[in-house]
């Protein structure tokens, strides 16, 4: 179709593979829409998300595995082995202690079921099906602009407020003296630097100790930390990345590389009181899976020609592409009117147990 050229907000689409494992096997399903969804989509327990699951594209209508630049969530419903395995969602993707909550409650409406997270993103899916996943992999690293060696990283605070902040930086040099600091990039995309990351970071006139609740209201979304005199480097980080580990240690040659997945508890203790991070209270947390549980699910589809009709914001024509796919959404139920109580009984369950635990 032809549109006026310019910059028009078409969305992306959120794709996710879903599998099905029954002892009949293994069935593949492609969503173009579901993958920023599926924390709400998966929560109400294995009929509600087999379901949903098998809605969706199944081979036969075009389903195919994604690799890892374009899986943007995904799902292993394991009937044989009780197990749903999953990522995505784009308010648990990386928010850990709020995926924390989501996870103890969401296995409440799974008895019998284990819930686990997919740290290793859709590798891990593949791996848990037994597929082949090498080919799943796409570019070795994902390219950081800017030169590490040169440049110092900006400190906030020197430069009015107007730095985001998403990670943490620590150092401990040979001489036993520490650098902290919050820096705007991605946490996974740092670590992937190497060594010259640590060159950096030693040319930056950083302070021994960081408030990073004063810039910041959420948790980071990664933490690295480098011991210079043992050559060990540390890392968490909220969201998964496919075959990471094995990529960490080709960047990091010599060094003890430890990815901690998103235990972020293991770099803070570390850092004891030279790094305060903000964190929700219960009630705040509790208060947004409540709101992810009991989401409305409605069909995207029509958002593509209504978008692309739209004015764009500069002017001239062009070809666009529209992916088949993206016509076409298959959201799961929307939460009946009973779901708000059976919400509060699952968190009732949910601390009656921390209490006698």
């Not at 995926?99 to 891990?124: D, F, K, N, Y």
């Not at 409605?298 to 529209?322: F, H, K, N």
């Amino acid at each position: 179709m032809t549109v006026e050229a310019g910059y028009h907000p078409l969305p992306m689409g959120q794709r996710a593979n879903l599998i099905v494992r029954a002892t009949e096997g293994d069935e593949l399903y492609y969503s173009h829409w579901r993958a920023n969804t599926l924390d709400s989509d998966l929560f109400w327990g294995p009929e509600a998300a087999t379901a949903f699951a098998r809605a969706q594209r199944s081979v036969d209508e075009g389903a195919e595995w994604l690799d890892e630049i374009w899986a943007e969530g995904g799902a292993v419903i394991d009937h044989v082995e009780r197990v749903v395995l999953w990522f995505g969602g784009e308010d648990v993707a990386y928010d850990v202690p709020l995926r924390r909550v989501h996870l103890a409650l969401m296995s409440e409406c799974w008895p019998g079921w284990e819930v686990r997270w997919a740290h290793e993103h859709i590798t891990q899916l593949a791996a848990h099906v037994g597929r082949s996943w090498h080919d799943l992999l796409t570019a070795e690293r994902e390219p950081v602009e800017g030169d590490f060696r040169d440049e110092p990283f900006p400190v906030p605070g020197e430069h009015d407020g107007d730095l985001w902040l998403t990670s943490v930086l620590s150092m401990r040099t040979a001489d036993g003296s520490w650098k902290v600091l919050g820096v705007d990039g991605p946490a996974h995309a740092l670590a992937l630097v190497g060594p010259a990351l640590a060159e950096r970071l030693a040319a930056t006139p950083a302070p021994a100790a960081f408030d990073y609740a004063q810039h910041a209201r959420a948790l980071p979304t990664g933490c690295l930390h480098l011991d210079l005199a043992s050559r060990r480097f540390e890392l968490w980080v909220a969201s998964p990345h496919a075959d990471f580990e094995r990529r960490l240690r080709d960047a990091w040659p010599g060094w003890e590389v430890r990815w901690h997945r998103d235990r972020f508890e293991a770099v803070t203790e570390l850092l004891a009181d030279r790094l305060v991070l903000p964190f929700d209270t219960e009630a705040s947390l509790l208060a947004q899976v409540r709101a992810i549980a009991l989401r409305e699910s409605r069909d995207r589809s029509g958002l593509v020609p209504q978008l692309a009709a739209a004015p764009p914001m500069s002017a001239g024509t062009c070809e666009v592409g529209i992916n088949p796919f993206a016509l076409r959404d298959d959201p799961g139920p929307s939460p009946g009117p009973q779901a708000e109580s059976a919400f509060d009984r699952l968190v009732e369950r949910w601390r009656a147990k921390r209490r006698s635990s």
